[in-house]
């Protein structure tokens, strides 16, 4: 599968299940749990968006050296738009539930392994055909 449209159903999908959870939680403990793990998730989709537009944008030099700086920013930005959404969810909302947080984020989280079986054809060391 390409790349190009692999990343954006595997942001699809974090969405999409770190949602499903949020509503099955709500349904079973209530409105703090269902908003609570829908906000864990958004930490996970969030920063992994950010990624995913710098490496993926268009019309880019793709040398690899670009392509290395891409990566090695994206991948900061990721772990810093990450720290301060956990620092904001844990700093300003009242009241939480910390189990459900990390639940939501640890569900989007999982979604890319997922992702990398179907990325990689589901056959380990199968190469991509060359264009």
Do not use: C, Y
């Not at 690899?64 to 900061?76: P, S, T, V």
């Not at 772990?79 to 990390?102: D, M, Q």
């Amino acid at each position: 599968m390409d790349v190009q449209r692999l990343v954006p159903l595997t942001l699809l999908a974090q969405a999409g299940v770190s949602s499903a959870l949020a509503v099955l939680l709500w349904l079973m403990f209530g409105d703090v749990v269902g908003a609570s793990t829908l906000l864990g998730g958004a930490a996970a989709v969030v920063p992994n968006a950010f990624l995913a537009a710098r490496v993926l944008k268009p019309n880019r030099d793709v040398s690899a050296g670009a392509m290395m700086r891409a990566a090695w920013l994206g991948e900061i930005g990721k772990v810093l738009l990450t720290v301060l959404a956990f620092g904001a969810i844990f700093g300003f909302v009242r009241p939480i539930s910390p189990l459900a947080v990390f639940a939501g984020f640890i569900a989007a989280q999982l979604v890319v392994f997922g992702a990398l079986l179907v990325g990689n054809g589901l056959g380990a060391g199968r190469l991509p055909a060359k264009q």
